[in-house]
């Protein structure tokens, strides 16, 4: 897992849920109900729930970023906690055109992972930490990552 994260663990207050993983091992939920087991699901038939935000970035990349693809609903939310709507089979895309660093994402990346998905950078190529400086490159996270 060389510059990748192998465990995660994100809090939710607001929505009273825990998010955790560990790459090969699975990733879980913690909420009311218990603690249960999570991980991406395939792309319904009307289209992809896209996790972005038009606040942070270029809304217009993202626009370009979508273009041509069946987008069923979009919704906002914070940077680690829209990966793990992709790891509960919530959400199925995020698209990353903005700002970020290591930091933001790094645990949200790891529970993502340890559910199947996938963070990718936006040529296709496998996302990296350790980077001098530690800002993130665009990105584009993916529940399913289509072939």
Not at 5 to 10: A, E, I, Q, T
Not at 49 to 60: K, P, Y
Request: aromatic share 6%.
């Amino acid at each position: 897992h060389e510059g990748r994260p192998v465990l995660g663990v994100v809090g939710a207050p607001a929505l009273g849920r825990l998010y955790a993983g560990v790459v090969g091992q699975g990733a879980w939920l913690e909420d009311a109900q218990g603690r249960r087991a999570m991980q991406v699901r395939p792309v319904p038939a009307q289209g992809l729930s896209v996790v972005a935000s038009r606040s942070h970035g270029d809304a217009a990349a993202l626009d370009r970023f979508l273009d041509g693809r069946v987008v069923a609903q979009l919704v906002n939310a914070g940077s680690s906690l829209k990966l793990c709507l992709l790891a509960a089979g919530e959400a199925d895309l995020y698209p990353r055109l903005g700002r970020t660093m290591e930091w933001d994402i790094a645990a949200g990346h790891a529970v993502l992972a340890a559910a199947g998905g996938e963070v990718r950078t936006l040529d296709g190529g496998p996302f990296r930490y350790g980077k001098p400086g530690f800002e993130n490159p665009h990105f584009a996270a993916w529940g399913q990552v289509p072939a």
